[in-house]
């Protein structure tokens, strides 16, 4: 099988505190129990050009070492009324008079919070019990700063700006508190929120509304970082765009866009393929005709987004709640603004042939899907086992719902079972086995490799390959909490699942409000974590000390594994054929399942790439990526 890896967000040393209507800078006490000190302040107040003065807080992480945060900053007019499924406006910025308190978050984007995942439960009861909620608004586009104490550098900070997680669903920047990455590294962190769910991702599929409205968030958040970010002693000229899952997605997609080209130097991807994530116009069709049905709109585009911008906001989140597809889309034939679209192209093509190469460190953990698993399931098998006849029923399902007709009135014959097939014959246990554990080892191999390994070390190679020389660096997070508190109700067998890692990436383990007694181990795999990023953010590479990470490489594919030994992998560590698999061979498969029909033209779901071509061609061409597989000793 394959290895596990860890997860956790970060704490929030957030403080809530009250300013008067003309605000004095504050020192403060991170949590009650943190000792204050009588010392000069540093600057907690910062005038922003055409915006206003913010006030800003000092919050005390232990007597020698102290942050500073300006919170719930608007980077962008409210998104309401007219502004209600259009870009973001930026011009003119909203202003204030007086001094703006900038101590407390911003609300939350819309959205439905009372459906956390197995993998969200269990991360939230790591953080501070005692966090305030900003709640939920509209009026949502707002990004937080998190500076270092001390002297600013000549060259100024890095500079990290963090796409949160949630499946564009969901999410909220406050639950991430930079506090500790930033006081242990010297670099600045910016949080951003950005519009979710059908605020953030309806299209009508036309120019009336054409989508990634949430994608257009974060492109204004970094303009807004390029413009003010030097007043808070950061560098314009060293941002680093970071997420993980729909954060990450969202950073590959950055490295693709021309609307982003320019705004950040480098890029860090944590579990989110953004290669294989975006849906297409056609995929959305259908959830248009369900969104008109729902709220009883007229079927004109302008029709409908009138009457969309009039329904309450509650109802309009509340009833489309049962579609949780939304995401980011191709836009090329369907966005005709000034700027242009924010996807001309499937990324799969965009990442070969426009790709904004910049270093990059992708990864993933050894079993992203195992607490989802464990959900699905529901707690009838304690040590997941699955039976064989189970196994290939949930990948002939998978390929069924995978493989779709290239639109409502095509006459092409679907083959799913050419798919389900082909994933059958790789990861069919070999010798047969009816060792359950095995083939439940076999499944979630499969879940890991499709959906983020193969996505991931792709977009590293195409970096690597670029002709601007950037570098790419791929890890596995196999790392495994050694605190009882993280791992209760997380089975040996499932590894490091889904987010597992991220209380590493954000210094966790050393964050003050938790009820969590942390493992020493735990507290030095944080610190190596968090210098490898912070050394990435300084000079385009992670290694540290005795950790010599090599960059990625099609030649020379190596992979940092980080467990209690973080080392490059040996032979056998990592499956490559299974990535190649997915890369090279399965979107031929998936293109030949579903062109089997004459002179057809199709874009084959959001996992194959631009297609054409007869079905005895496609079914050719089976045969040759499996031949050239097998010429590079991979089949």
Known sequence: MKCRRRWCLVPLLLLLGCIAAEPQPQRGNARPGQPGRQTEPPTTIVRLPAQGVLVGREVFLSRTQRVIQFLGIPYAQPPKGDLRFAPPATSPLPSWTGQRNASVFGPSCPQINTRKKLHERLFRRLLPQDLPDPGLDE??????????????????????????????????????????????????????????????????????????????????????????????????????????????????????????????SKAIAMSGDPINSARTPQDEAAVVEQVRSKFGCYRATADLVRCLRNVEL???????????????????????????????????????????????????????????????????????????????????????????????????????ELVAEAVLFYYRPQPPSGDQRLIRDQYLALQTEKNYAAGLTQLAAKVSAHPSGAQAFVYRFDYRSKTPAVVRDVPEWAGVPHLFEQPFVW????????????????????????????????????????????????????????????????????????????????????????NNCCNATSLAGPRSPRAHGLGLAALAALGFAWRNLADHGLA
């Open 507 to 594: 210094g966790l383990p050393y964050a003050a409000g938790t009820a969590v007694q942390w493992n020493m181990a735990d507290k030095k795999m944080a610190d190596i974590v968090m210098s490898m990023l912070a050394g990435f953010g300084r000079t385009g590479n992670p290694s540290v000390n005795t950790i010599k990470w090599e960059p990625y490489e099609q030649s020379s594919p190596g992979i940092l594994i980080v467990e209690r030994n973080i080392d490059m992998n040996e032979a056998g560590v990592v499956d490559y054929k299974a990535l190649a698999f997915w890369n090279d061979y399965y979107p031929v498969v998936l293109d030949a399942a579903v």
């Open 314 to 416: 509650k109802t309009l989140i509340q009833e489309s709640a049962f579609i949780e597809t939304w995401g980011p889309i191709v836009d090329a034939d369907i966005n005709n603004s000034t700027d242009g679209p924010f996807l001309p192209r499937h990324p799969r093509e965009l990442a070969a042939e426009e790709l904004y190469a910049v270093p990059l460190i992708s990864g993933y953990t050894n079993n992203e899907q195992a607490l989802a698993y464990i959900q699905s399931i529901g707690g009838e098998s304690a040590d997941g086992r699955l039976a064989m006849s189970q196994f290939e029923a949930m990948i002939r399902e998978e390929s069924g719902a995978t493989v779709l007709a290239p639109d409502e009135n095509s006459t092409c014959e679907l083959r799913p």
């Open 139 to 264: 009026d949502c586009l707002f990004l937080n700063i998190f500076k270092p104490d001390g002297p600013r550098p000549a060259e100024g900070w890095p500079v990290y700006v963090w796409f949160h997680a949630g499946d564009f669903n969901s999410g909220t920047p406050a639950i991430w508190d930079a506090s500790v990455f930033v006081t242990k590294q010297k670099v600045l962190v910016v949080t951003v929120a950005y519009r979710l769910n059908i605020l953030g991702f309806f299209t009508t599929t036309d120019s009336e509304a054409p989508g990634n409205y949430g994608m257009l968030d974060q492109i204004a958040a970094l303009d807004w970082v390029g413009s003010h970010i030097d007043n808070f002693g950061g560098t314009a000229n060293n941002v680093v765009i970071y997420g993980h899952s729909a954060g990450a997605i969202s950073v590959g997609l950055h490295m693709m866009s021309p609307l982003s080209r320019g705004k950040f």
